[in-house]
């Protein structure tokens, strides 16, 4: 009975982990859990259907929080309401810029060229030193200068 209650609570908490990481002070980053989103013009599901995202990953910026919405921010600049259940806390960028932009081995111009990334690239945001950014693009990670994405920094 013991592991059975015990069980319980852990199921809980993990389910409670993704809407908690959502309750933060705002301004915050966050990116699409989902790989359909709705943006909407209000935060509720009455209002209109703005924008569809579909790109599970996307980085965002959460400027207000409603209820179980949220206001974000997406690279492009344009605002919306989204369900926060859709948005998880995992920190992403997009590469910016109208060039390809270079993945090094290290943070730093002299280290070894990885992989040339292409404007629009979306991967997993780490550690930021130097101003460059550790990025993992499905598996294959590096450093990236920090100019080039979207999604570093103070948000």
């Known amino acids: 009975m013991k592991t059975i209650a015990r069980l319980a609570a852990v199921t809980l908490l993990a389910l409670s982990v993704p809407a908690s ?35 599970q990953g996307l980085p965002i910026r959460v400027i207000r929080r409603m209820e179980g919405w949220r206001l974000i921010q997406d690279p492009d600049g344009t605002q919306g309401w989204v369900v926060a259940r859709l948005l998880t806390p995992e920190r992403a960028a997009i590469v910016i810029g ?7 081995e ?14 629009g690239v979306v991967g997993k945001l780490g550690d930021c030193k130097k ?6 693009v499905k598996g294959r990670a590096g450093w990236v200068k920090a100019d080039k994405l979207w999604g570093d920094g103070e948000p």
């Not at 109208?98 to 090094?104: I, N, Q, V, Y």
């Not at 101003?131 to 993992?136: G, K, R, V």
């Open 98 to 104: 109208d060039e390809p932009t270079e993945m090094r």
């Open 21 to 55: 990481a959502q309750n933060r002070e705002v301004p915050y980053w966050a990116s699409m859990r989902a790989t359909e989103v709705n943006m909407r013009v209000g935060p509720s599901a009455d209002y209109k259907i703005d924008w569809v995202y579909k790109r």
């Open 106 to 119: 290290g943070a730093g111009e002299g280290t070894p060229l990885k992989w040339k990334l292409a404007p």
């Open 131 to 136: 101003d460059w950014c550790e990025f993992n």
